[in-house]
């Protein structure tokens, strides 16, 4: 008798892997889903759902390229398994902007404005968790922009005009500048 892989993916007694009906509200699009149950949520999004916006950086949490928002909070989609988020609200760069006129979300616009990117490989997640940290409160100084907004790494080193462009939209005069 062979020894079954505990590695793995379970299968149902019929042999068939284990698929679980999932919804998920993805920038206004109601997706039906059989998911396995160990699909990350960011892989989910760049690979089955071609929402390739929301980019795999350290696939640790640790540098928030991944940064999406669930129900207006952010979160690291390469720590999170799909099927958790079944019936969940989720917005990813792709929906930031306005789904009528195509206008750009402020923040987006402020990052333009600002030139808060480089390469660009980590505007996405910087935008989410911009658009995040509004809806949880808008801030009242750049030195909470700051450490509001460290869990989003720029290799590029644009955290300056980075801040500049959420300031702009939080309404922070120059007057807020606090010495460096």
């Given at each position: 008798?062979?020894?079954?892989?505990?590695?793995?993916?379970?299968?149902?007694?019929?042999?068939?892997?284990?698929?679980?009906?999932?919804?998920?509200?993805?920038?206004?699009?109601?997706?039906?889903?059989?998911?396995?149950?160990?699909?990350?949520?960011?892989?989910?999004?760049?690979?089955?759902?071609?929402?390739?916006?929301?980019?795999?950086?350290?696939?640790?949490?640790?540098?928030?390229?991944?940064?999406?928002?669930?129900?207006?909070?952010?979160?690291?989609?390469?720590?999170?398994?799909?099927?958790?988020?079944?019936?969940?609200?989720?917005?990813?760069?792709?929906?930031?902007?306005?789904?009528?006129?195509?206008?750009?979300?402020?923040?987006?616009?402020?990052?333009?404005?600002?030139?808060?990117?480089?390469?660009?490989?980590?505007?996405?997640?910087?935008?989410?968790?911009?658009?995040?940290?509004?809806?949880?409160?808008?801030?009242?100084?750049?030195?909470?922009i700051r450490e509001r907004m460290s869990g989003n790494l720029c290799r590029c080193g644009a955290y300056a005009q980075i801040v500049e462009?959420?300031?702009?939209?939080?309404?922070?005069?120059?007057?807020?500048?606090?010495?460096?």
């Open positions: 008798m062979a020894l079954e892989d505990p590695l793995a993916p379970p299968a149902s007694p019929a042999g068939a892997l284990q698929q679980i009906p999932t919804t998920l509200h993805i920038n206004g699009i109601t997706h039906e889903l059989l998911l396995a149950p160990w699909v990350i949520l960011l892989d989910l999004l760049r690979e089955q759902l071609q929402l390739t916006g929301t980019k795999k950086g350290c696939d640790h949490g640790q540098c928030g390229a991944c940064t999406v928002l669930v129900g207006g909070r952010r979160i690291k989609s390469c720590l999170c398994l799909a099927v958790s988020y079944d019936g969940a609200d989720i917005t990813t760069v792709e929906g930031l902007a306005d789904r009528g006129t195509g206008a750009l979300h402020p923040l987006q616009q402020a990052f333009i404005d600002h030139d808060a990117f480089q390469c660009g490989y980590c505007t996405p997640g910087q935008l989410c968790s911009a658009v995040g940290l509004m809806n949880e409160h808008p801030p009242a100084s750049r030195q909470e462009a959420i300031a702009e939209v939080a309404g922070l005069t120059e007057r807020d500048q606090e010495p460096s």
